[in-house]
Nanobody, 128 residues
Framework: QVQLVESGGGSVQAGGSLRLSCVAS????????MGWFRQAPGKEREGVAV????????WYADSVKGRFTISQDAAKNTLYLQMYSLKPEDTAMYYC?????????????????????WGQGTQVTVSS
């Protein structure tokens, strides 16, 4: 089993920045990719950014391209999401997730369907 614990959420004004962290523990040798998802009140959860562990390849939702950066620190078993130029519409609960399908790659990984492990989430609130 893999446990994921997010941190770094908070309240910021529009234009501000935040960095989310996700620490993975447990048996993680079968994790091929990790991602950040978010869910705003009354909306479905959506993929924000994904990283393929082996290659470092990344994919982003169009709404965050150029503003968010996903990265990993393998030595610390930690996934990051650096968020710049935050907008009120970025307000949501942000979740870290990890997946084990070795045959999946590319932008398809922005779909939550491919993820097996989820964190509890960290709230991001952006005020105008």
């Amino acid at each position: 089993q893999v446990q994921l614990v997010e941190s770094g959420g908070g309240s910021v004004q529009a234009g501000g920045s935040l960095r989310l962290s996700c620490v993975a523990s447990g048996y993680s040798y079968d994790i091929y990719y990790m991602g950040w998802f978010r869910q705003a009140p009354g909306k479905e959860r959506e993929g924000v950014a994904v990283i393929y562990i082996g290659t470092g390849s990344t994919w982003y939702a169009d709404s965050v391209k150029g503003r968010f950066t996903i990265s990993q620190d393998a030595a610390k078993n930690t996934l990051y999401l650096q968020m710049y130029s935050l907008k009120p519409e970025d307000t949501a609960m942000y979740y870290c997730a990890a997946g084990t399908n070795s045959y999946i790659n590319g932008p398809s990984l922005l779909r939550e369907y491919y993820y097996h492990y989820w964190g509890q989430g960290t709230q991001v609130t952006v005020s105008s």
